[in-house]
């Protein structure tokens, strides 16, 4: 796994894994997947209040919410069609950090305005929780927070910066974590590129992230 600082056991934060080219690559693929799987507001379970963050999925199953429950499924729940394929810079950052032994399943998309949040939650909808969920950014700075298992546990926050990757795995891989805000920062030169324009798929100071996850148990090698 390239360097990465550990904030807790298996809780794996990489700044600036993706430099400048490789963010403009992703987004580039991630507009034609969006194209396909246009992103649509979630809703909670039971009280079926929209979320505050837009969503879609690439990959063969998309991690869905809405009154009926929190689910995985093949089909975009607007428009009925196949999720489009997990795009290929997101798929080899999974190679390189999550060191499992078989491909990611669904790729969660995340789309944030300014204003947007998401609660603090634990990913606990995937049977493979022995494989980490891999996480990377695009976009504004978000702080993110994380705390333990137990959601009384104390928490810490950290900020997400576009190209940082984040893995979720091992001990940590049911902690609770969420974004408090989107921060507005100066852009960081040190990304390796200067910042070009927003792809269409992000309003202006815009963030958006994604989450590789394996859903289902890999049949034993
Ligand atoms: O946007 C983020 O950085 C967090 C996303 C997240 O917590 C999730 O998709 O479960």
């Known amino acids: ?35 396909a799987a246009p992103p649509y507001t979630p809703r909670m379970p039971r009280t079926d209040r929209p979320f505050s963050v837009r969503m879609s999925n690439c990959g063969p199953l998309g991690w869905v919410s809405d009154r009926a429950g929190y689910r995985y499924q093949p089909h975009h729940p607007v428009t009925a ?3 489009p394929a997990i795009p290929p810079v997101a798929l080899a950052a999974w190679e390189a950090l999550s060191g499992y032994r078989a491909p990611p399943e669904a790729c969660l998309v995340n789309l944030y305005e300014p204003g947007a949040r998401m609660g603090l939650h634990q990913d606990r909808d995937e049977d ?16 993110f927070r994380y705390g333990g298992p137990q959601r009384s546990d104390p928490t810490r926050s950290l900020r997400l910066r576009a190209g940082d990757a984040l893995v979720i795995g091992g001990p940590a891989r049911l902690i ?43 049949p034993d090698a």
């Open 1 to 35: 796994m390239p360097a990465g600082i550990a904030l807790v056991p298996g809780l794996v934060h990489v700044p600036g894994y993706l430099d400048g080219a490789a963010q403009a690559r992703l987004a580039a693929e991630l507009a034609v997947a969006l194209a």
């Open 81 to 83: 069609a196949p999720w």
């Open 128 to 143: 493979a929780r022995d494989a980490p969920v891999v996480s990377l950014s695009l976009g504004a700075t978000a702080l």
């Open 176 to 218: 609770h974590h969420g974004v408090d805000r989107l921060v507005a920062e100066v852009p960081d030169l040190l990304q390796g590129a200067a910042p070009g324009p927003l792809p269409d798929f992000l309003p202006p100071g815009g963030r958006c992230n994604l989450t590789l996850r394996r859903v289902t148990r890999p």
